[in-house]
């Protein structure tokens, strides 16, 4: 298995950036698809980006593709989502998913998930 502990969280204006991290610790020599998904009051987890093991596949969710990106470090066992031009709507708690398979899904099904941080944005 594989824990995952996300950091970065925090209150921003609209109009400003964060940077989210995901630290993987346990079972690190598997490689993961690795995404980031959010979840807001009295809504569901909702995708945000995916990226493949390698590191050379991406995904987004319309509504970040060009204010988001995803990243990831294999040597630190680190992913990463560097979010600029945040906007009120993407206030959530935002986690981090990992999962053994070769996956590109848009739904919640990731086996490994991390305790989540909130990210916060006011107009």
């Known amino acids: 298995q594989v824990q995952l502990t996300e950091h970065g969280g925090g209150s921003v204006q609209a109009g400003g950036s964060l940077r989210l991290s995901c630290a993987a610790s346990?079972?690190?020599?598997?490689?993961?698809?690795m995404g980031w998904f959010r979840q807001a009051p009295e809504k569901g987890r909702e995708f945000v980006a995916s990226?493949?093991?390698?590191?050379?596949?991406?995904n987004y969710a319309n509504s970040v593709k060009g204010r988001f990106t995803i990243s990831r470090d294999n040597a630190k066992n680190t992913l990463y989502l560097e979010m600029n031009s945040l906007k009120p709507e993407d206030t959530a708690v935002y986690y981090c998913g990992a999962d053994r398979r070769n996956i590109v899904t848009t739904a919640p099904v990731y086996e490994f998930w991390g305790q989540g941080t909130q990210v916060t944005v006011s107009s």
């Open positions: 346990g079972h690190t020599d598997t490689k993961y698809t």
């Open positions: 990226i493949s093991a390698s590191g050379f596949s991406t």
